[in-house]
Every structure is written in C-alpha cells, then in structure tokens.
C-alpha cells in the first residue's frame, strides 16, 4: 500500500506538472497574440525616461525609438502662445518660477528645461506646439494632452494642428465631454482618446463619440471596466511605465490597442520579445 500511495502521488504530480505547463503555454500564446494587437505605441511626453520631458530631446527621442506617437501637454502663454508643458507651474522642470500663463513666451524661452534632469540636456527650451508639430510632420502621430478647457483654447489648438500639423495624425487627449464637442467640430479629422475622470464616464464619453477610452491601472481591480468599453466597440488604452516585461505582461492581459510608455524603446523590444 506504502508504495502505491507513493506511485499515486507522483502520477498526480506528473499530472499536475503538465496541466501546469499546458496553462503556462496558453497564457504565453494569449500574451502573444494580445502583444500583436498593439498598434498604438505612446512616447509619453517624448521619451521622458531618458530625455528630459516634453522637450524636442524627448520628442526626437521618441521618433528615433519607433513610437507611432508622441504626447504633449498643450498650455497656453500669457501672450497666447501654446506650448508643451505638463505642469501649470515651471518650476520642476526648469530653473525658472512661476505660472506658465503669467508668462510670456519671451520669459519662457530663456528658461533651461533640460538641467534638471542632466546637465547635458541644458541647452533644452520651452517647445512650442508649433515645434512639435513641424518635427513630427510626416514622421510620427502627435497626441495633444489638453491642460485647459475653454471654447476658445480649443479653437486655438484646432486652427494650429491645421496650419502646422496633419489634421488625420492628430490624437487628442480629451479630459471632459465638452472637449470632446469641441473638437469633433473643430478638428473632426482627428482621434480622439478619452481621459475620463472616473470610470463612471466610460458611457458618456461614448456618447460623445470618443475613438477610444483610457483605463487608469488602479481601475483595473473593477472587472467590469473594460468590458463596458468593448460593449460601445471603443479601442482601450492603458499607461505604462518604463515598458518592463512584468509591468507590460499584465497590461497585455487585458488585450490593449494602444499602451503609453516613458521608455517607448524598451516598450517596443517587450512587445517585439513577447509576440515571438
């Protein structure tokens, strides 16, 4: 008996074993197929994890490292200009103080946006939309993330995208319904990616017919979340980081058309490495 005991509990290891790897090889191959299905790869703010962001450096750096967008965070001046700037406030991430719509561009530009992060980067300035706009023509999708809110900011942004930028390689991070609006009037040729602010909004940011929904990761313990963006048949976007195989694995889990990352190199090998 001892030893049939015995030859049970192996053939129920062996057993167990295979059902194991069997597992195993099915996730690779859904991991595989989802890694496949990524078409939209996001250089946030450039390439802001070895550029300093929202710079041209970073920008440059996302073209060179193969992302098929680059984002920026679109502010305005105090003389009406839009630049890219992800805070309100210049102080991290230049050697200036203060907010960027009490200053004028002329402040702006004598501003070093680069030391901070090394000071190699100290030549780096302020881009403005017009900037990006014209290094990405032809190259690459620009994603505008909107920082303001009024009519009259979105006429501004829209009439800019058109007289510098390509209308049909525009995505635009809308933040609010009315944004969404605003530029299916005034730049409908462009996508369109809901920021929404609670996941309560997938529904009417559907209504207002975004192209596509981002789902914060902190949101993802709530099954049901990206289901209801596959019910309105909208492309889901997810934020990473610096593009680690564990980080984007579990990304990939929930089968993303479009990730964002501050390493959109180290993104793009994961994936390319992940699809095999």
């Given amino acids: 008996m001892p030893g049939m005991t015995l030859c049970l509990l192996v053939a129920a290891f062996l057993v167990s074993g295979k059902m194991t790897y069997a597992h195993a090889q099915a996730d690779d191959a859904r991991i595989a197929q989802a890694a496949k299905k990524v078409k ?13 962001e929202n710079t041209l450096a970073s920008y440059r750096r996302a073209i060179e490292a193969g992302a098929t967008v680059m984002e920026m965070d679109v502010r305005v001046t105090k003389d009406g200009e839009l630049i890219s ?16 719509s009490e200053l004028t561009i002329a402040d702006l530009r004598k501003l070093d946006a680069g030391s901070w992060f090394d000071a190699k980067y100290k030549d780096e300035r302020i881009p ?44 635009v991070g809308v933040r609010t319904l009315d944004q969404a609006r605003y530029f299916r009037k005034y730049l409908p040729e462009a996508r369109q990616i809901g920021l929404i602010p609670t996941p309560d909004a997938i ?28 019910k309105h048949k909208l ?42």
């Fill in 128 to 171: 403005t939309m017009r900037e990006i706009l014209e290094l990405g023509k032809g190259k690459i999708d620009v994603m505008l993330d909107l920082q303001e809110k009024s009519e009259e900011y979105a006429i501004r942004v829209a009439a800019e995208s058109r007289k510098f930028g390509e209308p049909k390689r525009i995505v």
């Fill in 85 to 100: 700037l992800h805070d309100a406030d210049v102080k991290r991430t230049t050697n200036g103080k203060g907010l960027a």
């Fill in 40 to 52: 939209q790869i996001i250089g946030h703010r450039g390439s802001c994890a070895d550029r300093p």
């Fill in 235 to 276: 492309g889901l976007h997810l934020n990473g980081t610096v593009g680690a195989e564990d980080e984007t694995r579990m990304l990939l889990q929930y089968e993303p058309e479009s990730l964002a990352s501050d390493d959109p190199a180290r993104l793009i090998q994961t994936l390319k490495k992940l699809a095999q």
């Fill in 203 to 230: 529904d009417a940011f559907a209504d207002a017919k975004v192209d596509m929904i981002r789902i914060w990761t902190k949101w993802l313990d709530d099954k049901t979340l990206v289901p209801r963006v596959r």
